[in-house]
């Protein structure tokens, strides 16, 4: 994205280095890392990050209100709703597309947002390791709002385990050895001494949950919550029936409570007037449709990874839709293919994380991801053998 850098990074990069900075990412925890790591990073000039800046504020000003809360309440599906919810999320992760304006010069447009963690801790460690074999240049940073490593670990803690004791705080995941970012459950508890523990091994009694912490029984005060529901529904009956628990009133804080991740999610889109935020309407009012369906793109609500999305918008598939309540319309996002590699250019997605401080106003941006694609989407099953693909940070001009 900045033209110079690229082309001196180019120059410098070896597939030896890169080989190099694999084996020492994988020997953090081994066996553990199971997507893909792109080659490079992402050069971002400050021009960009404060459009993404401002769309995230302004998203911010317009959820940070009681009228939002009430509204969004129609987001969480009724057998789904968590009781102790609070009415702020700890975490929000903006993620935007790299995409050219009308001028044919860069900007970023959402995707989507969700109030629900992400790669918190393996973003500190990830860039660490890369910057061991490759250099960077004077002035950039992953980090937003004058953090750095100390500070960010310090609100990362905070913000999970409040004034409990960390073996009082678990990260809850359904079979974490399974997930695909299992690699961040460990770099968690390595960076902050939180334990991931599996949604089968709570133990609930009365009013409180327990979990075995080498061996004893050990209350929980607070959960980081890494379960997403749409994956728990694909489980085994026996699992399901597990998952109830979730669903009754424990004296646990939940960090982030369950409900934003419905509350402050796609469902959030239509509701918002900015010019990097694609123009989006439920489908259930989006009557009538626009002629030019194939610049739209239909998603559905309640899901994640790229699941359900419906990239080739035609009338027939619109109809088969039963509930088109759950579903939106959003304008398609021309990704911009402008990182340059070996053989062809990638686009590339920017992810912004947000955390929201006990006591705070609202929530600051803090650190990043980025993945770069050579593929119809976003994601590892679009990119299969590409090179310069995968998951990576971005570093932001200060």
């Known amino acids: 994205m900045i033209p110079s850098l690229r082309q001196q990074y180019n120059r410098q990069f070896t597939e030896d280095k890169y080989k190099a900075y694999l084996t ?11 997507f893909r790591i792109a080659e490079t990073p992402v050069f971002v000039p400050k021009e960009f990050v404060q459009k993404m800046v401002s769309a995230c504020e302004s998203i911010i000003d317009r ?85 750095n490593r100390e500070k960010y670990i310090q609100l990362l803690k905070e913000i999970l385990i409040g004034d409990s004791d960390p073996a009082a705080v678990v990260l809850l995941e359904i079979f974490p050895e399974k997930q695909k970012t299992r690699v961040d459950f460990w770099a968690t508890e390595d960076l902050t ?27 929980i005060e607070r959960i980081y919550n890494r379960l997403i529901f749409d994956d728990l529904q694909q489980q085994s009956p026996e699992v399901q029936e597990k998952g109830k628990i979730l669903f009754q009133d424990f004296d646990v804080t939940w960090v982030p409570h369950p409900n934003w991740f419905y509350r402050l999610s796609k469902y959030t889109l239509p509701f918002i007037d900015h010019p990097n935020v694609p123009a989006t309407r439920f489908l259930s009012q989006a009557d009538p449709l626009p002629d030019d369906l194939e610049n739209y793109v239909v998603k559905p609500l309640f899901s994640f990874a ?93």
């Open 306 to 398: 790229g699941q359900g999305v419906i990239i080739d918008v035609t009338q027939e598939a619109i109809a088969q839709i039963k509930d088109p309540e759950n579903w939106i319309l959003q304008k398609k996002v021309p990704y911009a293919a402008v990182i340059e590699t070996p053989d062809e250019p990638a686009k590339c997605e920017i992810r912004l994380f947000y955390f929201w401080p006990r006591g705070a106003d609202r929530p600051i941006a803090v650190n990043n991801l980025c993945r770069l694609s050579k593929g119809k989407m976003i994601g590892v099953r679009y990119n299969k053998d590409k090179t310069w693909v995968g998951g990576t940070f971005g570093l932001f001009e200060q």
């Open 63 to 147: 959820v940070n209100t009681s009228d939002y809360f009430r509204q969004s309440s129609k987001a969480i599906p009724p057998d789904l709703a968590v009781p102790g919810e609070e009415h702020q999320p700890q975490f929000i992760a903006f993620d935007f597309g790299v995409c050219f304006d009308e001028t044919g010069g860069l900007e970023p447009q959402l995707i989507e947002m969700q109030g629900f963690p992400t790669l918190f801790a393996w973003q500190i460690l990830q860039p660490e390791i890369q910057h061991n074999h490759f250099p960077w240049p004077e002035g950039f940073s992953i980090f937003l709002n004058g953090y």
């Open 24 to 34: 020492d990412l994988e020997n953090l925890y081994p066996g553990h890392l199971d």
């Open 193 to 219: 001494g939180v334990k991931t523990v599996c949604l089968t091994d709570l133990i609930p009694e009365g009013r409180n949950l327990y979990y075995l912490r080498d061996g004893k029984k050990t209350r």
